[in-house]
């Protein structure tokens, strides 16, 4: 079995900065990309930011420039550095991990429990 867990929500003022970082825990052999998606009250999930064995990330437009994804695959972390953070950014942010491969079953998804962001006016 996989866990995801997350750390590193809380309430900041906009302009502040907050990280968020994630680790995935179980027999894991390997991990296809990981990533953060955010989901906002009254809105669809949306993805924030993925990045692929460390090095290629995509960012959704909203973002970019102010958050920075990275990722120790060794430790099968992923964390998201929050800058300039703006009231739209509140929302749930969950980690997820895609392309799961594990010592049993085929590889799946796995997703965190999700972690609260608020950004105050």
């Known amino acids: 079995q996989v866990q995801l867990v997350e750390s590193g929500g809380g309430l900041v003022q906009a302009g502040g900065s907050l990280r968020l970082s994630c680790v995935a825990s179980g027999t894991i052999v390997s991990i296809g990309a990981m990533g953060w998606y955010r989901q906002a009250p009254g809105k669809q999930r949306e993805l924030v930011a993925t990045v692929i064995s460390g090095t290629t990330a995509n960012y959704a437009d909203s973002v970019k420039g102010r958050f920075t994804i990275s990722r120790d695959n060794a430790k099968n972390t992923v964390s998201l550095q929050m800058n300039s953070l703006k009231p739209d950014d509140t929302a749930v942010y969950y980690c997820?991990?895609?392309?799961?491969?594990?010592?049993?079953?085929?590889?799946?998804?796995?997703w965190g429990q999700g972690t609260q962001v608020t950004v105050s006016s």
């Open positions: 997820n991990a895609y392309r799961v491969v594990t010592m049993r079953g085929p590889p799946r998804d796995y």
